[in-house]
């Protein structure tokens, strides 16, 4: 090996070898050979056909700075499908229609394969940045085009972006901070059963006080992070509805609601041309994301109301989530205003072991 | 230190590029609603009416101006059926504004049936002198909107109206303030458009519903005759109204709000930048002096058609 600092394209491959990204499809041993049996008529060997996932798994990478990074397959997926579920889309309703069903379908397919087999993918959480990627560049540079939207508008959503941004980075750093604690929380007290921490099987962590695991944010949530989690969520829906708002009223025939605030009434035309059509189908992906989350969002104010938690209430029987868990016994119940104030307000070193409270 | 620079300045370019305000709708500068009557101009009564008639007050219609719901727009309107060729002379008093219409069109009957059902009723409440000419492309060229325009202008201009008002088919005026006179500049009246969001999306655009003094429009040659197809025209003669320092204006939004009767968006004049570059030279010789085409005109009962071959 050369001391040379690799270009951004460049790696390091299994054999120790330094290799080229635009390369990836040149001189490998193992598919050679097994095209070479095939053509033979034999059977292809099972080492070809590992060593040929092998390869492939090694050769998929993108430009990074000091040298390309791998990538998993699973992780480059939605990078993938959610354009081409976009495009496809803009085709015509009956495409929309099935692009979307598709996804849905596949999603729900997929969802707890991926978490059983490879339980610390990244696949869901490429999912979310994805989608907030393709969003914004669609409306910046189709919608904003067709200049109907004033600045203050755009100014506005970029603020409910940004305001989203933040919240799901503090809610991954403070992710992380629990995640240091419950490490030194283990080694700490070896071999025993430490109270108010639980394991995560999906990122293997001991998180204090779980609420559950987030696969779309790639991270745990606890009262530690949940008041960051939910304000991100609200950040999201606003976000989201506020620009499939501005989209819908910009590409279809929009009618006043009230005052200032306009609803599209018509939207029949959008299919005749391709930039009106994609900004339509993001506008519908935009709600349904919208509607997906508002669910989850009231979901979280309402538990943390009751003080309990998203794993304590899957427990529940049906009778008593009919009874919205009022008639069960909660532990951490602590009244709502303190519910609250106890989210709002928590502190890490609350659960430093010395000063715990047992 | 430096790399910390660089990135500031790449998040200020990269802002500046995302919010530049001409990528956006814009705000824009209008005359508000007290003082559009004063910028109006007025005739003195039209011959017909008698003398004992007071003068026509416009005050009222434009400061207590409503709003007519998008429904109303193709329910039918009650309205006094106009003089043959779709001409109206206010009888309860002394009209002092005397404004042509003039409607390009080709193949549209369902948008025209509405446009003209509307169009009677509203500008009979405004008690003005008008008259409807709707200018009819009989060939098999592509569309030439301007053209049609300086043929309805060249035949209301020799009937002696002072004021023109270029109206496409398609728009409906939902403001009863929106007073169909003409003013001191050109004026643009469609600057509240429902299909743009009731925003304006660029200062110069000049196009749907204009009123224009007819000395004003004999003065720059009319519009430019070599646009086919859609769109341009307006931008053209928005540039010629600059370069004879006749600055059109605007009137307060709230009684500029338009509504688009079908709102296919369709596909541009590919060579209308070319022709825009064309036509800036030749201002002189093409316009309302070179229309050679052959016209009939029609007495209809609504409106007066002019058939140009």
């Known amino acids: ?358 | 230190m430096i790399t910390r620079c660089v990135r500031i300045i790449c998040a200020l370019v990269i802002c500046v590029a995302v919010y530049f305000p001409a990528r956006h709708a814009r705000h824009y500068e209008y005359i508000p609603l007290k003082k559009v009557i004063q910028e109006l101009t007025f005739v003195d009564g039209t011959p017909h009416s008698e003398n004992h008639l007071r003068n026509c007050s416009y005050e009222d219609l434009i400061l207590k101006s409503k709003e007519v719901p998008v429904s109303d727009i193709t329910k039918p309107k009650k309205f006094e059926l106009p003089l043959r060729g779709g001409e109206y002379i206010p009888r309860q008093c002394n009209s002092i504004i005397k404004t042509a219409i003039v409607v390009p069109y080709r193949n549209r009957s369902e948008q025209l049936q509405i446009f003209l059902n509307y169009m009677h009723s509203f500008l009979q409440q405004q008690s003005i002198h008008y008259k409807l000419f709707v200018v009819e492309q009989n060939n098999s060229l592509p569309f030439n909107r301007a053209q049609m325009i300086n043929y309805g202008a060249s035949v209301a201009i020799s009937l002696n109206y002072p004021c023109l008002v270029l109206h496409d088919v398609d728009l409906i005026p939902l403001s009863t303030g929106n007073i169909y006179a003409c003013s001191e500049r050109p004026r643009h009246m469609s600057s509240s458009l429902d299909t743009f969001r009731y925003n304006l999306p660029y200062l110069t655009l000049f196009g749907g519903a204009i009123a224009i003094l007819s000395q004003q429009y004999e003065e720059v040659n009319g519009m430019s005759n070599l646009f086919f197809g859609w769109g341009g025209e307006d931008d053209d003669f928005y540039t010629r109204l600059i370069s004879h320092n006749l600055f059109p204006y605007r009137f307060d939004p709230e009684i500029s709000r338009y509504s688009m009767l079908f709102h296919r968006k369709q596909p541009k004049n590919e060579e209308r930048y070319e022709t825009l570059k064309k036509s800036l030279k030749e201002n002189k010789n093409d316009g309302l002096n070179n229309l050679h085409r052959k016209y009939y005109i029609v007495q209809e009962d609504l409106f007066t058609r002019i058939v140009v071959f």
Not at chain 1, 23 to 43: F, H, M, Q, T, W
Not at chain 1, 184 to 213: L, M, T, W
Request: hydrophobic share 45%.
């Open chain 1, 1 to 358: 090996m050369d001391d040379e600092t690799l270009c951004c394209c460049e790696y390091y491959d299994s054999f120790k070898e330094r290799n080229h990204i635009l390369a990836c499809c040149c001189n490998c041993v193992d598919l050679d050979e097994a095209v070479d049996s095939l053509i033979r008529g034999k059977k292809v060997s099972d080492n070809n056909k590992t060593g040929l996932l092998n390869t492939m798994q090694d050769r998929l990478r993108v430009p990074w700075r000091g040298g390309a990074k791998q990538v998993a397959f699973d992780s480059i997926l939605p990078v993938i499908i959610l354009p081409s579920m976009l495009l496809l889309g803009s085709i015509s309703l009956w495409w929309t229609v099935f692009s979307f069903t598709t996804v849905a379908i596949f999603l729900s397919l997929i969802f707890n394969f991926l978490i059983k087999t490879i339980p610390n993918t990244k696949f869901f959480f490429v999912w979310t940045v994805t989608s907030m990627v393709l969003l914004y560049f669609i409306f910046e540079f189709i919608v904003i085009p067709f200049l109907e939207i004033l600045v203050e508008e755009n100014i506005l959503l970029s603020a409910l972006i940004f305001g989203f941004i933040i919240c799901l980075y503090t809610t991954k750093i403070r992710a992380n901070e629990l995640t240091s604690l419950g490490t030194e929380e283990c080694e700490s007290s070896v071999g025993k059963e430490v109270g108010g921490f639980y394991n995560c099987r999906i990122c293997d962590n001991k998180i204090p006080d779980k609420d559950h695991h987030c696969v779309w944010f790639d991270c745990c949530i606890s009262k530690h992070n949940q008041c960051c989690f939910i304000a991100a969520l609200f950040f999201a829906i606003a976000a989201l509805l506020y620009s499939s708002n501005l989209t819908l009223t910009s590409v279809c025939h929009p009618f006043e609601f009230y005052k200032t605030i306009l609803l599209p009434d018509d939207c029949s035309d959008v299919y005749y041309q391709f930039e009106l059509a994609l900004s339509f189908v993001s506008a519908i992906y935009s709600i349904a994301i919208a509607i997906l989350l508002t669910v989850i969002l009231l979901q979280q104010i309402f538990l943390v109301s009751i003080g309990m938690s998203l794993k304590e209430w899957n427990k529940l029987s049906i009778i008593s989530k009919l009874c919205l868990g009022l008639n069960t016994k909660r532990i951490h119940n602590r009244g709502f205003l303190k519910n609250w104030s106890k989210i709002i307000c928590w502190n890490k070193y609350q659960y430093h072991p010395l000063n715990r409270e047992v």
